[in-house]
T-cell receptor, first 114, second 112 residues
Framework: AAGVIQSPRHLIKEKRETATLKCYPI?????VYWYQQGPGQDPQFLIS???????DKGSIPDRFSAQQFSDYHSELNMSSLELGDSALYFC?????????????FGNGTRLTVT | QKEVEQDPGPLSVPEGAIVSLNCTYS??????FMWYRQYSRKGPELLMY????GNKEDGRFTAQVDKSSKYISLFIRDSQPSDSATYLC????????????FGKGTLLTVNP
């Protein structure tokens, strides 16, 4: 079965640079979520989109922005990168509606800021 | 206090043992409860998904939810070395709020 696809798998950037992470949800899933997971930490919710509109916002820095496109893929844009932004960034997707829907995660993008 | 508390372990058991993993939570709005397994450098993989209180069994895995006590459990029977991973509990509220709040994860090692 198709899963959530994230690209790139690894990304190395320098401080103050920008980065763009991409997420392709499971086909027919209408909601995407972005999470950040630091070393030894649980995933922290950043932002979510339902039908191309922002649906919820968590602890996402103002330096970060995201959007969901007409084909439902999503991009997380990160500017003025800081050393503390080094983490695993996961995208998840779900088919939202009714009695809830479990989130399915991609394998993440490992961002290293030097 | 975090909304979801989970003992990070590590937990080490012999092959074939029954493993019990637990989480407590404080937000009474949570209605959907999940367990994810995460291998190193991989994304969380959905293991179990339950709605409200009760038990759910899937193969060697059993999930229990006790909303009155705000306590959820995952039991793994006949544990295998391939079960060695970090197990994350996660939960979300009802309505349109499906974002997950995770526990810290428990690192499990099953020794052959």
């Amino acid at each position: 079965a198709a899963g959530v696809i994230q690209s790139p798998r690894h990304l190395i950037k320098e401080k103050r640079e920008t980065a763009t992470l991409k997420c392709y949800p499971i086909p027919r899933h209408d909601t995407v979520y972005w999470y950040q997971q630091g070393p030894g930490q649980d995933p922290q919710f950043l932002i979510s989109f339902y039908e191309k509109m922002q649906s919820d916002k968590g602890s996402i820095p103002d330096r970060f922005s995201a959007q969901q496109f007409s084909d439902y893929h999503s991009e997380l844009n990160m500017s003025s990168l800081e050393l503390g932004d080094s983490a695993l960034y996961f995208c998840a997707s779900s088919l939202t509606g009714g009695q809830g829907s479990p989130l399915h995660f991609g394998n993440g993008t490992r961002l290293t800021v030097t | 206090q975090k909304e979801v508390e989970q003992d990070p372990g590590p937990l080490s058991v012999p092959e074939g043992a029954i493993v019990s993993l637990n989480c407590t939570y404080s937000n009474s709005a949570f209605q959907y409860f999940m367990w994810y397994r995460q291998y190193s450098r991989k994304g969380p993989e959905l293991l179990m998904y339950t709605y409200s209180s009760g038990n759910k069994e899937d193969g060697r895995f059993t999930a229990q939810v006790d909303k009155s006590s705000k306590y959820i459990s995952l039991f793994i029977r006949d544990s295998q070395p391939s079960d060695s991973a970090t197990y994350l509990c996660a939960m979300s509220g009802g309505g349109s709020n499906y974002k997950l709040t995770f526990g810290k994860g428990t690192l499990l090692t099953v020794n052959p």
